[in-house]
């Protein structure tokens, strides 16, 4: 490790790093703009000067730009020199004289990277009397704010948005002093990182548009680490919450990302960062409901759904209560239905309250055997499920059946920074340092090999060198020809056609001859023979492969947040719906039926006629829920239910990590956990002991004793008796304003902040604020260093993992070798139809919660399908028309669309997109597409 | 400088087939279709006198790019008009050796005798007034290039002859146009 001085003091520093990177892991105060820890430096902002002097002899030294110097052991350099501070001093006071002077009615104020560098130069006082220049802003969608004059052209937006996230449409346009940053014309950012631009851009350019509808001072937000609910990465964020001045209870403002090196870096996807606002819907529950006998007059229930009236809580905890006392006397029978939306310990309350017999997963057959599959493959020690760092160094990908971009958004975003690898390992041997961003980029030359198989999406496209558009049944077929070539056997012949052979062939090739070999598949296309065919390559890639690791790279995109949790409750022949829909018809005993639902919208796991045979089957449907959706209608009881952002609990990501999210504030109205509801109504006599449960950590603590594999969730986080000099961790800032006259029109007094049960944590300004102490810290924030980027503070090195914290915990699954694949038929269907479908994803629409939030409800499409052109032709459908799905004897009314990619016959269903929920059941399947729009047809 | 021979109208179409031929061209001196951007541009204004909005989607669809990364080229280039100009285009000089020779007063000149600030069209179309800087004959200054001629040691004589002689060029061309 080479070892520099820096104003007389001996650092030992990395290497591989610059100056400026060294620098600020040192804790030195350097001011900079250009530079990002993930994208490295282009020397463009001149910010980050130094002196570096040749020898001790070297009277002067010279001026350099610390990002682009590379560090050499023993030498020497100076922050303090007063050169070097007038320098960037002067570079400061230029980048001022067009930069407004608007910082109090700006959103960035109080976080501004900009104020931080202006406040460390010494900057305070503006000379330039001249006018500024001036430019029009554009409207970039329901997301970004666009404020162009406060741009002090660093180009990071551009850099982030074009060169690290594949964006097309925001460039630098003009030149000199008119630079502009912006798309061609007023639009909708394209791209699905664009929210990463708030974070990126050092100053008020681009904002939350969405933080903008409630906003308050970063200082004022009260925060905890949370996890994000939308998909099932587990990308770690600091979600900001506080309550209005109007005595109403606290709202979600805004999510930032909240920095974990394994998971998702410095960067969150568009649905994570503006999908949080479904919690202050309209639709939000908030109050008990009940259903209401009396039928009102105008309602506009549909027949079968209930119409509701608010209920006191202690009433509807009654009324559970009763309900569960005859279960016990055996005069009533009682299901639950957990969900892999919510955490481990809702969900194992319920399964303590219900009995193990009792208790379902929430998951149709499908489903919830893909999760025991994926479950299952990662047991299998020749597979490593990798990390997002582990990700971003694989020199081959193949990818199987899955469109990460909108199933696994963060993960799509490391796979294209593997693509780079090809051209980073030529920057080496050139002795270029991979810091050097602008040097690597031009090296050209051809990306690493990434192999796409099944229905792609534009943007996955655009990386993959090479792509196969199959059906899912090919995909399958296709994998299976690649495991033979890499076990050096010769591919069954005459299932695939020899161009598709030859593919295979090149394909095991060229993942045999990479140093990381990295195979993602997952339960898009919900196919389990994708899932074992990708198992299968790794495993061979694990023993034939080049490699020399006994371990191959495979990543399982699950689809919802606790997906895999959820499969370490149940056996895996176990817990399916369609198991509890056949318990549910035979009413043999003649006796009334509790069925209680949590978190968990029916409508969206089987079809609608199944669900609503389910529930009419039960005379009493409690649902314990965060929005009013098509369960909701159809239940007798409602309890309103903490979202993640208002509750403690644990989850797993798809590799198998488990981790903690607590609580940034406390639900409005009756909101609260849904363990709390069920344990206020469980008895006390209960053998369970969940009456008496009073803290979230009790339940952990017995999952991790029932279930083996989840012993590692005591050790996700602190206890609670967790402390530091004898103090909890604080949400709130130490600059938390107006405490006192918040409350003001109700108490004079202020009132003690409510205890929190569950976290070493208050809901107050008194307790530990530092992150460098704790994990617990959300509120990343230093003195001097306001806005996020004081994340390197808190980090050991620069990119390396945060003090204090080893992040997530592996779950640890008993290690067992899968048995050899043998590649098995189609899957059989027995609806019939004229048209096989594929799911779809979309980054919006296709998850249940982030579809709810305002601004992402504004982009969600209406519902449609995609027609192959082949067949759109035969049938003389346009993109546009109407058509009609018919299943069963349900009907759903699209729009078409057509794709030259899609394979004949088949026909592209978007999962889950409000309006066809209900669809999703169906999907893979054969389905019927009628013409509504005859019109002109022949 | 092509730019002064163009011909207004067809400024909404998409590509001709001449243009296409000739951004074709340019194919082989280039290593992708992305970086004959600023050519392809040269060419459609060579022909069009400007490039217009859809004049800009038309080469960005023809080079298979995002038309946002085409508009980074046409406007970091001064000599790609993104809006109208006249039939012929006056860069005067504005850097220190013209400046020092009396730019400022030509400059003054030009607005009072054509009704033209910098970046402005005089009402007959003909004359388009720019600043630029240095054109690299700076022992000659004042200097002005129009279309492809540079005008060097400029006097308000100069340019009044000039002004004449386009005017004339302009009106005898149009009034051969109208009797064919």
Same mark, same amino acid.
């Given at each position: 490790m080479p070892t520099i001085t820096i104003d007389g003091e001996d650092y030992p520093v990395d290497g591989e790093q610059n100056l400026l990177a060294n620098c600020l892991s040192q804790g030195i105060d350097l001011p900079y703009f250009c530079w990002h820890p993930a994208m490295g430096s282009v020397g463009a902002c001149r910010q980050c000067a130094v002196i570096e002097y040749k020898d001790a002899e070297d009277p002067h030294g010279k001026l350099v730009m610390a990002c682009m110097t590379p560090v050499k052991d023993g030498g020497l350099y100076s922050v303090q020199a007063q050169a070097a501070r007038e320098f960037r001093g002067g570079i400061i006071e230029d980048l001022m004289t067009n930069h407004p002077h608007d910082c109090p009615v700006c959103e960035e104020g109080g976080e501004c990277h900009l104020q931080d560098m202006t406040e460390m130069t010494g900057h305070v006082q503006r000379r330039y009397r001249g006018s500024k220049r001036t430019h029009r802003n554009q409207y970039l969608g329901p997301f970004i704010n666009h404020e162009m004059n406060r741009c002090i052209a660093c180009y990071r937006c551009t850099r982030f948005y074009r060169d690290y996230a594949g964006g097309e449409d925001l460039e630098s346009l003009g030149r000199n002093n008119q630079v502009y940053f912006g798309r061609q014309n007023d639009g909708m950012l394209e791209n699905g990182f664009s929210g990463n631009l708030v974070e990126v851009c050092p100053t008020g350019v681009f904002t939350d548009k969405t933080f903008s509808e409630h906003y308050v001072r970063k200082w004022d937000l009260q925060t905890a680490p949370s996890i994000c609910e939308h998909c099932a990465v587990g990308c770690n964020t600091a979600p900001g919450a506080r309550e209005p001045g109007n005595g109403s209870g606290a709202i979600l403002r805004r999510i930032t990302n909240l920095y974990n090196r394994d998971i998702n870096g410095y960067f969150l996807c568009d649905r994570g960062r503006f999908g949080y606002d479904y919690v202050n819907a309209d639709s939000r529950l908030k109050k008990p409901l009940a259903a209401s006998s009396e039928s009102l007059i105008g309602s506009t229930a549909a027949p079968g759904e209930k119409v509701h009236r608010e209920i006191p809580p202690e009433q509807a905890v009654a009324r559970l209560s009763e309900q569960l006392r005859e279960a016990r006397n055996g005069k009533r029978r009682l299901f639950a239905i957990g969900s892999p939306r919510t955490s481990l310990e809702n969900n194992f309350a319920l399964r303590q309250l219900v009995g193990d017999d009792h208790f379902y997963s929430g998951l149709g057959e499908r489903d919830l055997e893909l999760l025991h599959l994926i479950d299952r493959v990662q047991c299998d020690p020749r597979i490593h499920s990798p990390s997002t760092p582990e990700i971003e160094s694989a020199d081959a990908v193949l990818i199987l059946g899955e469109d990460i971009d909108n199933t696994a958004p963060r993960i799509s975003l490391a796979v294209r920074q593997a693509a780079r690898n090809r051209q980073k390992r030529q920057a080496r041997q050139l002795k270029i340092p991979l810091w050097q961003d602008d040097s690597v980029r031009q090296l050209g030359g051809s990306p690493s090999p990434i192999l796409l198989v099944g229905t792609g999406t534009p943007a996955m496209e655009e990386i993959a060198s090479e792509i196969l558009h199959c059906t899912i049944g090919q995909t399958a077929a296709f994998g299976a020809a690649v495991r033979d070539c890499l076990c050096g056997r010769e591919p069954a012949a005459g299932l695939l056609p020899e161009s598709q052979l030859e593919l295979a062939r090149r394909a095991a090739e060229m993942l045999s001859s990479a140093e990381r070999p990295l195979i993602i598949s997952g339960c898009g296309s919900r196919n389990g023979e994708m899932i074992r065919a990708s198992a299968a390559i790794a495993c061979a890639l694990a023993e034939y492969g080049e490699s020399g690791s006994d371990q191959c790279d495979l990543y399982l995109a699950c689809p919802e947040m606790n997906s895999l949790g959820i499969a370490q409750l149940s056996a895996p022949d176990s817990g399916r719906l369609e198991e509890l829909a056949a318990k549910l018809r035979d009413t043999r005993e003649g006796i009334p039926t509790t069925l209680v639902i949590l978190e968990n919208d029916l409508y969206r796991r089987g079809d609608r006629r199944t669900i609503d045979t389910m529930l009419s089957a039960a005379d009493q449907v409690v649902l314990l829920d965060t929005l009013l959706n098509a369960t909701a209608r159809h239940a007798d009881l409602i309890f309103p239910a903490a979202a993640t952002a208002e509750s403690e609990g644990s989850t797993v990501n798809s590799n198998g990590v488990a981790q903690r999210f607590y609580a940034v504030y406390e639900g409005t109205g009756f909101i609260q956990e849904s363990w709390r509801w069920l344990a206020d109504a469980a008895a006390d006599d209960d053998k369970t002991h969940l009456a008496a449960c009073e803290h979230v950590f009790e339940l952990t603590a017995a999952l991790a004793k029932e279930f083996p594999a989840l012993a590692v969730l005591e050790e996700t986080g602190p206890d609670e008796n967790y402390r530091i000099d004898g103090l909890k961790v604080a949400?709130? *800032?130490?600059?938390? *304003?107006g405490r006192t006259a918040i409350r003001a029109g109700e108490h004079v007094a202020e009132l003690p902040p409510h205890p929190d049960p569950d976290a070493p944590m208050v809901f107050s300004m008194e307790g530990i604020q530092n992150p460098g102490k704790t994990p617990l810290q959300a509120n990343i924030w230093s003195p001097g260093w306001n806005s996020n980027q004081s994340i390197n503070k808190f980090l050991r090195g620069i990119g390396g993992a945060r003090k204090g914290t080893d992040g997530g915990q592996r779950i640890e699954r008993e290690p067992q070798s899968l048995d050899e694949w043998q590649p098995g038929g189609g899957e059989a269907t027995s609806a019939s139809g004229n048209f096989t479908t594929i799911p779809l994803y979309r980054m919006f629409g296709s998850d249940e919660l982030s579809a709810r939030a305002k601004a992402i409800a504004s982009v969600v499409d209406e519902p449609y399908a995609v027609l192959s052109a082949n067949d759109a032709e035969e049938r003389h459908i346009r993109t546009g028309d109407l058509l009609r799905i018919r299943v069963n004897s349900e009907s759903y009314p699209v729009e078409a669309r057509v794709s030259a990619t899609l394979p004949r016959g088949t026909l592209g269903v978007p999962a889950g997109l409000p309006g066809l929920e209900s669809l999703d059941c169906h999907l893979p399947g054969r389905v019927v597409v009628e013409q509504t729009d005859t019109g002109d047809t022949p | 400088m092509e730019h002064s021979n163009a011909s207004s109208g067809n400024t909404d179409a998409g590509l001709s087939d001449e243009e296409k031929r000739e951004i074709d061209r340019e194919f082989s001196h280039y290593e992708g279709r992305a970086s004959v951007g600023l050519e392809a541009l040269r060419i459609v204004q060579k022909h069009r006198g400007w490039v217009s909005d859809k004049s800009l989607q038309a080469v960005a669809d023809y080079l298979e790019i995002a038309p946002a990364q085409l508009e980074s080229v046409a406007t970091y280039f001064q000599l790609i008009f993104r809006q109208p100009v006249g039939r012929e285009v006056m860069l005067l000089c504005k850097s220190a050796s013209c400046w020092i020779t009396g730019c400022s007063r030509l400059q003054v000149h030009i607005r009072k005798r054509l009704q033209i600030a910098p970046g402005q069209t005089s009402k007959d179309g003909i004359f388009t007034l720019l600043e630029t800087p240095c054109l690299g004959d700076c022992d000659k200054g004042p200097v002005m290039q129009v279309g492809e001629e540079m005008h060097r040691h400029l006097t308000e004589e100069a340019i009044d002859k000039l002004i004449e002689q386009k005017i004339h060029k302009h009106k005898k061309n149009d009034a051969d146009r109208s009797t064919d």
């Open positions: 949400r709130q *800032s130490h600059r938390y *304003s | -």
